[in-house]
Structures are given as C-alpha cells and as structure tokens.
C-alpha cells in the first residue's frame, strides 16, 4: 500500500477518535426514581431498556436508582413468578441495583401480598406509590416517566 493510503487511513482512524471522544460524556452522579403505572408489557419492556441505557450511559456506581410501581403495572410482578423472560428482565435490573418500590395500596387493591410477587421482598413495599414519589424527590432524585 503506498505512503498517501497509510497517512490517509491514520487521518480517518484520528477523526474517528477525536469523534468517539468528543461523544463521551462524564455525568455526575445521579438520584433518579421512576414511575411506572401502567399495565402494557411492551411499554414496561420500553421503560426497562430506558432504564438499562440510563444505567450504561451513567454507570451503575454513579446512579441510584429507584422505580415506583403500582396500578395496572404490578401484574408484571405477578406474571414473572411463570414467566421467564420477565424474571430476566427484572433480574438483570435489580443486578445492577435497581430497587422497586412497590405500592403496598395496589397490593391491598389485589387483595395479594408481597408473596405473590417475583422476588419482592418486604423493604420494597411502601404504603403508598405516590407519595414515596413526592418523598424521593425531596431526597432530590429527580422524576422519570417514560
């Protein structure tokens, strides 16, 4: 290959670098709380590789993370206890330490308890969805509804 190529090829790979770098972002560490309240399971799918690119794009050790369910979306919960994909999905998650806060209202509301659920234990159980919400923002994490 003659000289020109070789230096034209370096030129390509250093713009590359130079782009790729400058596409890197640093972020602070970050306190955010997720709603999810709705029942959809492609919609929840969609929050969850919100929250996986969130996790990538911050790192797990510069977020913490938090999602309040309740509503039509703690059938999810339910579903994973037969439902392998679902067990992945949240398994993976809670991996890179994902808490869910589940609304204990919507449990009664079932008339189930935490058993019922996939893998909840009962330090995920609040009283109430919305107001865990008001109170983990002024924790400061800041609110997320996709």
């Known amino acids: 290959m003659p000289m020109c ?8 790979i250093f713009s590359c670098l130079v782009t ?12 955010v709380v997720y709603h999810v309240n709705y029942g959809e399971t492609s ?18 050790d510069a977020i913490d993370l938090k999602v309040v369910v309740h509503g039509p979306a703690l059938e999810y919960f339910i579903e994973a206890n037969n439902d ?18 589940i609304c204990g ?8 308890t935490r058993a019922a659920l996939y893998e909840v234990v009962e330090e995920d ?12 923002q002024q924790r400061g994490y800041i609110y997320v509804r996709p």
């Open 5 to 12: 190529h070789y230096k034209n090829l370096l030129c390509l």
């Open 20 to 31: 790729m770098s400058a596409l890197a972002q640093d972020y602070e560490p970050q306190k």
């Open 43 to 60: 919609r929840i799918n969609a929050t969850f590789n919100n929250m996986t690119n969130h996790l990538d794009a911050v790192g797990e």
């Open 84 to 101: 392998l994909d679902k067990q992945i999905a949240l398994d993976s998650l809670r991996f890179q330490n994902v808490q869910f806060l």
């Open 105 to 112: 209202n919507t449990l009664s509301a079932y008339q189930l």
């Open 125 to 136: 159980i609040v009283q109430a969805g919305l107001p865990a919400i008001v109170a983990l």
